[in-house]
């Protein structure tokens, strides 16, 4: 079984920064694609940046504020969020497209970690 674990959310002030990390374990054979998306209330689910060995994708909204990495040893997937804005409010939820040890390859979501920017 493969889960993914998130941490790092949490109140911040406007302007100010926060640092998701996400953590995949089980019996992981391959990781193809590791990334962050986020749900506002009463929006859809939208995606923030994902990476892959060779392309890092952002959204237009957090580009120049928010910075995706990953520890490929420790199957890990980082978003580094700064200058944050009240409208970067959401539950972030970490994604990754993931190729099992029974060779099942298949999207995982993360529980989610609440992120709230305000005064």
């Known amino acids: 079984q493969v889960q993914l674990v998130e941490s790092g959310g949490g109140l911040v002030h406007p302007g100010g920064s926060l640092r998701l990390s996400c953590a995949a374990s089980g019996n992981i054979f391959n990781i193809y694609v590791m990334g962050w998306y986020r749900q506002a209330p009463g929006k859809q689910r939208e995606l923030v940046a994902t990476?892959?060995?060779?392309?890092?994708t952002y959204a237009e909204s957090v580009k120049g504020r928010f910075t995706i990495s990953r520890d490929n040893a420790k199957n890990t997937v980082y978003l580094q969020m700064n200058s944050l804005k009240p409208e970067d409010t959401a539950v972030y939820y970490c994604n990754a497209e993931i190729r099992s040890s029974t060779l099942i390859r298949r999207v995982y979501w993360g529980q989610g970690t609440q992120v709230t920017v305000s005064s």
């Open positions: 990476t892959t060995s060779d392309r890092t």
